[in-house]
């Protein structure tokens, strides 16, 4: 199977240029410059794909998904999380452990990857789950599998956490795979939970989380995580950075990117959610986009962007997190944290480079080639001969509203619906097979498992 991609504009690598791609049984073979035959079919080819007015760029690898299978299923799975994750021209993902049961055996783990390989529509791999208990199994992981271990130093969706100090340091000590975490102080939450229902009753309106899960738990656990990493050289990344103070734990370096420098062994991650929304827009949204961290101030989200263009942030997410909607009813206390954003993360970051928060050869670094570099992904994550085509088109100047009846997800709701943006993804492509097109993704289309090479 011959695929030619013609009449696009390629980002890749820092360059944006007129070009085309070769495809030939799900690889790239060639990318090169405008083709002086274009239009019309070649014979050449079994599929001539017209990207003219398109940009062309790599697939999205999403860093941070809860796609919620097994056990979770009423709110979402493998099967429609991955839908729309084509439908938003994210072409690989990887799925946090915090599901029933939760991924903190190799039986579990193991689970996990059968149901994707039988339900999802695009690629795949799974985070092994930290817990008080279970470092001793870390040497146990199959590290050509899997993009690393995930640890929860703060109580989140799915009751993971690890606060024992012991627990922490062999954790640090242990683990020679990337070691991701969700940073956030449970004493200070805890104590500012009470001082709020104390003043607002047994469930404070939601427009107080960000009070609760304050910039103080955040900075406070984040700076216990660097120093663990420190003490003991291990390759750290952060998830879901939320304020200002926070970026200061991190390397500043205006010229950085994996095309030209190594990364450092202590990242972060920005997500989507953080750097478009403040908990200013509580007020308009309620619960819907409650999510923990909590969203913080405007100060912070200006912070946050900034951060995007000077090395701080090295991959941007989503950490996709569905829940019914009537879940996602009530306050501080009884609203479930977490939305769903895989389907728009593309738009809403296209949206953002529209305003000149980054420019699109930047964000292709964020959102492709650095989640690639920095997890040790084979073969994806660039336009490169040789890799799988994993390759999505986007469309500008091309508006469009978000309404029910496009979300992929299996909550169907969104807190972009309503929202009109100005990006369209036209086709998404996995490992050369069309999986998504024109508003249809395609049926009888799966993934494949992610290989990693980890420098240990």
């Not at 979300?407 to 943006?421: A, D, F, L, Q």
């Amino acid at each position: 199977m011959r695929t030619l991609i013609q009449g696009g504009r390629i980002v890749n690598e820092g360059r944006t240029f007129d070009g085309h791609i070769v495809i030939e049984d799900g690889n790239i073979i060639e990318v090169g410059g405008k083709r002086k035959e274009e239009g019309g079919h070649s014979s050449d080819f079994d599929e001539v794909i017209d990207a003219t007015g398109c940009y062309v760029l790599p697939g999205i690898i999403d860093d941070h998904v809860h796609f919620r299978e097994p056990g979770l299923t009423e709110k979402a799975d493998i099967e429609s999380e991955s839908r729309a994750a084509a439908a938003g021209g994210v072409t690989t993902y990887f799925d946090m452990p915090n599901c029933v049961p939760q991924t903190t055996t190799l039986e579990a783990l193991a689970d996990k990857f059968e149901r994707a390989r039988k339900h999802s529509h695009v690629n795949y791999s799974f985070f092994y789950g930290a817990t008080n208990d279970n470092a001793d199994t870390f040497s146990q992981l199959p590290a050509d599998r899997i993009p690393g271990v995930k640890l929860f130093m703060g109580s989140s969706t799915g009751n993971m956490l690890v606060d024992r100090q012991a627990s922490l340091e062999r954790i640090f000590s242990t683990c020679k795979l990337p070691l991701m975490v969700h940073c956030e102080d449970t004493d200070i939450i805890n104590r500012n939970m009470a001082e709020a229902k104390q003043a607002w009753g047994d469930d404070p309106q939601v427009a107080l989380h960000a009070l609760i899960r304050s910039e103080e738990a955040c900075l406070a656990s984040t700076r216990r995580a660097v120093e663990l990493a420190r003490k003991y050289g291990t390759r750290l990344h952060i998830a879901h950075i939320s304020t200002a103070e926070e970026l200061d734990l991190f390397e500043s370096n205006s010229q950085f990117s994996i095309l030209n420098s190594q990364f450092p062994k202590i990242t972060a991650e920005a997500c989507v959610g953080h750097l478009y929304f403040t908990q200013l827009d509580h007020q308009r949204l309620g619960a819907l986009i409650k999510v923990n961290p909590a969203l913080k101030t405007p100060v912070d989200q200006f912070m946050l962007r900034e951060a995007l263009n000077d090395g701080r942030i090295a991959v941007i997410g989503t950490d996709h997190a569905p829940h019914l909607l009537s879940q996602k009813q009530g306050g501080c206390v009884r609203a479930a944290s977490g939305m769903p954003m895989i389907q728009f993360s593309l738009p809403t970051m296209l949206e953002l480079v529209d305003e000149g928060v980054l420019t699109l050869p930047r964000m292709v670094e964020l959102m492709c080639h650095h989640p690639a570099c920095l997890f040790g992904v084979v073969g994806r994550g660039f336009l490169r001969p040789g890799y799988r085509a994993d390759i999505v088109m986007v469309r500008p100047k091309s508006p469009w509203t978000v309404t029910a009846d496009v979300i992929e997800s299996k909550c169907r709701w969104s807190p972009m619906e309503g929202h009109e943006y100005q990006w369209r993804v036209e086709r998404t492509l996995c490992n050369g097979r069309t999986v998504y097109s024109h508003g249809v993704v395609a049926k009888g289309c799966h993934g494949e498992e992610v290989a990693f090479h980890h420098e240990m």
